[in-house]
């Protein structure tokens, strides 16, 4: 089973819809969780942290949910220009390898 | 500001030649990583460096070697470059002040390499 695992996609949805996906972890162990936002061809970007509060930023909200050991990310209101691959970020106590990147779920947006 | 570059963008290889990936940043960042990403493997650590002078194995690590020159430069060398070495190799650096920050990477724009 791997470490982080994420629902590839991709999900074709229409301008204006919501969207949500999940991304669930092995080890309960895990201390901080993001998501990274990778356009086709380019390099991984941050999107935002997710806290155990569940935190906004605009149209995207992020959630945690340790019981289940996963992580949510909605997209309201989508735009054309939020098609990319939405990769899970988990990870361990103080160190490099323990930095473990979800294989992404690529999102499309269609006018 | 340029945050992170690594070079080159693009590079073939033939089996058996070697190479090096340069990477730089200018965030003034103490940890530096080089990843590689192949389809549906997601990022996969090869090495990194917590600071100046350290550096240590990831996930990835055989047939790779690295240099951590400064505290601006981390460079990947394959010395023999094998077609299992064909991908996407991203270098990226964090700010580790706090056990949070140690987390928010940010990369460079990627070399795709081809190993025939």
């Known amino acids: 089973r791997k470490e982080v695992e994420q629902d590839p996609g991709p999900f074709n949805v229409p301008e204006g819809a919501t969207v949500a996906f999940n991304c669930t972890y092995s080890?309960?162990?895990?201390?901080?969780f993001f998501w990274y936002r990778q356009d086709c061809r380019k390099e991984p970007k941050l999107l935002m942290s997710?806290?155990?509060s569940g935190n906004e930023d605009g149209r995207f909200t992020a959630q945690l949910n340790r019981a289940s050991q996963y992580i949510s990310l909605l997209i309201r209101d989508s735009k054309l220009s939020d098609s990319a691959t939405y990769l899970c970020?988990?990870?361990?106590?103080?160190?490099?390898?323990?930095?473990?990147f979800g294989s992404g779920t690529r999102l499309s947006i269609r006018p | 500001n340029a945050g992170v570059t690594q070079t080159p963008k693009f590079q073939v290889l033939k089996t058996g030649q070697s190479m090096t990936l340069q990477c730089a940043q200018d965030?003034?960042?103490?940890?530096m990583y080089w990843y590689r990403q192949d389809p549906g493997m997601g990022l996969r650590l090869i090495y990194y460096?917590?600071?100046?002078?350290?550096?240590d194995k990831g996930e990835v690590p055989n047939g790779y070697n690295v240099s951590r020159l400064n505290k601006r430069e981390f460079s990947l060398r394959l010395e023999s470059a094998a077609p299992s070495q064909t991908s996407v190799y991203f270098c990226?650096?964090?700010?580790?002040?706090?056990?949070?920050?140690?987390?928010?990477?940010?990369f460079g724009s990627g070399t795709q390499l081809s190993v025939l």
């Open positions: 990226a650096s964090s700010r580790d002040r706090k056990a949070d920050e140690r987390e928010k990477l940010f």
């Open positions: 080890n309960s162990a895990s201390q901080s």
């Open positions: 970020v988990v990870t361990g106590y103080s160190s490099a390898s323990k930095i473990i």
């Open positions: 997710v806290y155990s």
């Open positions: 965030m003034n960042h103490n940890s």
């Open positions: 460096s917590a600071s100046e002078g350290t550096t």
